[in-house]
């Protein structure tokens, strides 16, 4: 048995021919229309507009939403969903994936709590590639903690009017609209509402972040709200439910995002393997070495780990019973799994690794970006022990 | 037109590395990715493009394979085709046995143009198209790099090793695909779910009363030899000195 990405990955029972099919389709379209552009446009810092609207053709934007909306849905269970995240970041470049599926956090709020009227104008644009939806929810202030969040809405007739800003906020540049948490409410999570913010409405207006050390590929935005008038029918949920449209998120966010680390670390095993069985050292292969041989061996361990947790958790998932202490750290086990392997595969490839345009580069630069965002590893910890009532 | 027959092969992939079984009777297929053979996608992605030009109406795929192929028939109605069919069969099938039984397709479903891939990546006997021809006693197009249809004829570019040739058959006719007739489209996810659906009929393939061809026999499988590390030479004349040394020049 060989080490690549494809043999690396433990045998999943649940696999149908349906997803080998569309696994296959999506690499296809990877590796002919990604793949050869990944490390330009990482340096880029943009992926092209018809990136959205092949994507949207393919499938791979319309994935799981309702099909009344242009979504495909039948038949469509969470493998289909972790293959799409494995196979992006099979490329090894997180912020192609961070841009072009940003819509994956931004229009679940709005498909699943906001009016027919919103859904209708915004769902059908989005899952065609022709428009763009973030999610805002972190502030200059704050980030995980969502419950003191300070960006106001304050009622005026049938308008919330909106004021704040919002940081680190994925595609925000490009954005039509944001899902944003607001404050309608007294203090805590309980004052919290969910908001479908115009970005072109008067009052809104975003700066691009600064160079970041991963995800090149992806823009990132602080967004600032002045006086912006929302028409209280953009309500995403009920007025002060917005925690609970949150936390919905919460879950499948997680659960890709560990998906895509374990490909990422999976990407760095592949790369580490195929260089060791081809450099030379001290009259031997890398790969006959024994120091090197351990260093395979504990980053497929750990792979197998991870992958095993995967396979349970997306499992619950699927049957709605996960519990999101075991989700939390599943995230923390990817994050640290992409990490060690990050690390691992840097030391084998060398002065070679450290060159700028391959692979494990990349994922090394995207380690942190990863065991940050989306809950930091820390408050995936603190979350999975208060879960345990700990 | 009413009907198009093509063929798909159950191949291993193009990307995988072909180990041959230690014992040196076949190639390795355990836990190796299958696919569609090349030539046969585009044997396909043809066949699609004609019925979505309005000169054709339906488009039914075949294999003659194992089980197993079933997932590279569904990928070909995922593609587009209307149904399938599969001929059952547990071991390889010679090129002629192959030729036998799509001619018995033929006078079942009566196509006015088959479509084949000019050879499978396995083997590459490049047979099977021209014997359909002649046991079907109709014209044959192989090699084929443009196809345009008009008036009961098809007038086919072929790749020939002088160049490009330009011939014109009357259908029902049987044509040949090359790598560059097409390239074949993504299939999207809402068709892959929907290929579920779509007809897949099987028969074994000893209902077609095929003998094997007793003429064809495989020998052994054995790997190409390795090659040599090549040697970079620093210039043009040791490069000539390096040819006249190994008697090349």
Request: with cysteine.
């Amino acid at each position: 048995m060989s080490l690549d990405f494809d043999s690396a990955r433990l045998p999943n029972r649940d696999l149908t021919e349906e997803h080998h099919a569309w696994r296959t389709q999506l690499r296809r379209f990877i590796d002919d229309e990604v793949m050869p552009h990944a490390a330009e446009w990482d340096e880029a810092g943009d992926i092209p507009a018809w990136l959205w609207t092949r994507a949207a053709a393919l499938g791979l934007l319309r994935l799981g939403y309702p099909e009344r909306y242009g979504g495909v849905s039948d038949g469509i269970d969470i493998w289909f969903h972790n293959i799409v995240n494995e196979e992006l970041a099979r490329l090894g470049v997180g912020g192609v994936a961070a841009t072009l599926m940003v819509h994956n956090i931004g229009l679940p709020p709005v498909v699943n709590f906001a009016s027919e009227a919103v859904r209708e104008r915004v769902a059908p644009p989005v899952l065609a590639g022709d428009a763009h939806i973030s999610l805002a929810i972190t502030e200059p202030g704050g980030g995980s903690d969502v419950a003191s969040l300070a960006t106001t809405a304050v009622q005026d007739g049938d308008h919330f009017v909106v004021n704040g800003s919002k940081t680190y906020i994925t595609g925000g540049m490009r954005a039509n609209w944001f899902s944003t948490a607001v404050r309608t409410g007294g203090e805590g999570a309980s004052g919290v509402s969910m908001l479908l913010i115009d970005a072109d409405a008067p009052g809104v207006s975003r700066t691009e972040l600064d160079r970041k050390q991963g995800w090149w590929a992806s823009d990132t935005a602080t967004i600032y709200f002045e006086d912006v008038r929302v028409p209280v029918a953009q309500l995403i949920g009920e007025r002060e439910q917005g925690f609970k449209v949150i936390m919905n998120n919460f879950n499948s966010e997680r659960l890709a995002m560990a998906v895509g680390m374990e490909a990422m670390a999976r990407v760095c095993l592949e790369e580490a393997v195929e260089w060791a069985r081809e450099r030379k050292t001290f009259g031997k292969r890398l790969a006959d070495h024994q120091v090197i041989r351990h260093k395979v061996a504990q980053m497929k361990q750990r792979l197998n780990a991870t992958q095993g947790y995967l396979q349970l958790v997306s499992q619950q998932y699927e049957d709605g019973n996960v519990d999101a202490g075991d989700m939390a750290l599943l995230k923390v086990q990817a994050s640290e799994t992409v990490e060690f392997c990050a690390r691992e595969a840097m030391q084998i490839l060398g002065g070679a690794g450290y060159i700028r345009g391959n692979r494990v580069e990349r994922i090394y630069r995207e380690v942190r970006v990863n065991a940050i965002g989306g809950g930091s590893e820390e408050i995936m910890r603190d979350l999975a022990a208060r879960q345990y009532r700990f | 037109m009413d009907k198009i027959l093509v063929g798909l092969k159950r191949v291993v992939d193009y990307n995988v590395r072909i180990r041959v079984k230690t014992d040196g009777s076949g190639v390795e297929t355990d836990g190796v990715k299958m696919s569609i053979n090349p030539f046969d996608e585009i044997a396909l992605e043809e066949a699609l493009r004609i019925r979505e030009r309005g000169e054709a109406s339906e488009v039914v795929v075949f294999s003659i394979g194992p089980s197993d192929a079933q997932q590279q028939l569904r990928t070909g109605l995922a593609m587009g085709a209307d149904r399938a069919i599969l001929v059952e069969a547990a071991d390889a099938v010679d090129p002629l046995s192959a030729a036998k039984v799509i001619t018995k397709l033929i006078e079942a479903e009566s196509p006015e143009l088959v479509i084949l891939g000019k050879q499978a990546i396995d083997n590459d006997n490049n047979q099977t198209g021209q014997m359909v021809a002649a046991l079907w006693d109709r014209p044959q197009a192989t090699f084929a790099s443009k196809v345009e249809l008009a008036d009961g004829k098809a007038t086919v570019t072929r790749e020939v090793d002088a160049g490009l040739e330009t011939i014109e058959v009357d259908l029902p006719a049987v044509v040949t695909t090359d790598l560059r007739l097409n390239e074949p489209r993504y299939v999207k996810l809402p068709d892959i779910m929907k290929a579920k659906k779509k007809p897949l009929d099987t028969t074994p393939i000893a209902d077609f009363g095929v003998a094997p061809d007793d003429a064809f026999e495989v020998s052994e499988y054995a790997p190409p030899p390795q090659r040599s590390k090549g040697v970079m030479v620093e210039d043009t004349a040791a490069l000539v000195a390096a040819l006249k040394d190994k008697g090349l020049i």
